[in-house]
């Protein structure tokens, strides 16, 4: 069982940056892949960006390509969003998953097998 804690959420002005932390329970090392997606009030939750666990490849969500940052830091067991040029519309919980594929790039909820609680991020215009 792989336990996931997101951290780093909060209140931002539009064009702000934000940095979300994943830590994992366990050494995750290069067996799982890693991903965030995030769910807007109303709406679906929906892929962001993901790694995968041998941290050679890395897949974005076209309206976060260029903003946002993916990262993974195996000695800390810890996977990092870094969110910059923020807009309203980025405001959604943000959840971190994680499922056991280590080449790969997991971009489809329904196909994660451990995930976190979520931390809320709030763009303000």
């Known amino acids: 069982q792989v336990q996931l804690v997101e951290s780093g959420g909060g209140l931002v002005q539009a064009g702000g940056s934000l940095r979300l932390s994943c830590a994992t329970s366990?050494?995750?090392?290069?067996?799982?892949?890693m991903s965030w997606f995030r769910q807007a009030p109303g709406k679906e939750r929906e892929f962001v960006a993901g790694?995968?666990?041998?941290?050679?490849?890395?897949n974005y969500a076209d309206s976060v390509k260029g903003r946002f940052t993916i990262s993974r830091d195996y000695a800390k067991s810890t996977v990092y969003l870094q969110m910059n040029s923020l807009k309203p519309e980025d405001t959604a919980v943000y959840y971190c998953?994680?499922?056991?594929?280590?080449?790969?790039?997991?971009?489809?909820?329904?196909?994660?097998?451990?995930w976190g609680k979520g931390t809320l991020v709030t763009v303000s215009s």
């Open positions: 998953a994680a499922v056991s594929k280590p080449w790969d790039v997991a971009t489809n909820p329904d196909g994660m097998d451990f």
């Open positions: 366990v050494r995750t090392g290069v067996r799982y892949a």
């Open positions: 790694i995968s666990g041998n941290g050679c490849s890395t």
